[in-house]
């Protein structure tokens, strides 16, 4: 399908964050939105990764079986924060923790804080 000049593109992009799930639909007219009588439907597409997941060039080259992961420093402090909900440390000492040993990712404590929470609202029970 050729776009041509002239023809609109509408893009209506539905986002579920906390599941991580994005539906975008694309429709092609030929003719503008101010004349709708002779506006045709050139083209209509959905996408969505509800059974996939957005990846980029450099993310796939660590799917290749044969890639050796390691955890980046942000992943060492999500460690931190997934060791920590073992039902015995309360959220506050979790974030003076992450802050003391991952100091250098962290301006801020609320910086920090504010990582352990979107660890725990996604992971914790």
């Given amino acids: 399908m050729n776009v041509a000049k002239g023809d609109e593109v509408d893009v209506e992009l539905r986002i579920r964050s906390k599941e991580l799930l994005f539906t975008w639909i694309v429709n092609v007219w030929q003719g503008s939105k101010g ?24 993310g796939m080259e660590r ?3 044969e890639f050796v992961p390691r955890l980046s420093s942000r992943g060492e402090a999500r460690r931190t924060i997934l060791e920590l909900c073992d039902g015995k440390h309360p959220l506050a000492e979790i974030e003076a923790e992450v802050y003391r040993r991952h100091r250098s990712l962290f301006p801020s404590f609320a910086d920090a804080a504010t990582f352990v929470a979107e660890v725990t609202v996604r992971y914790a029970v």
Avoid at 35 to 42: A, D, F, L, V
Avoid at 45 to 57: A, D, E, P, R, Y
């Fill in 63 to 65: 799917t290749r079986p």
């Fill in 35 to 58: 004349e709708e009588q002779s506006r045709i439907k050139k083209a209509s597409f959905v996408h969505s990764t509800f059974q996939g997941m957005l990846i980029s060039k450099e």
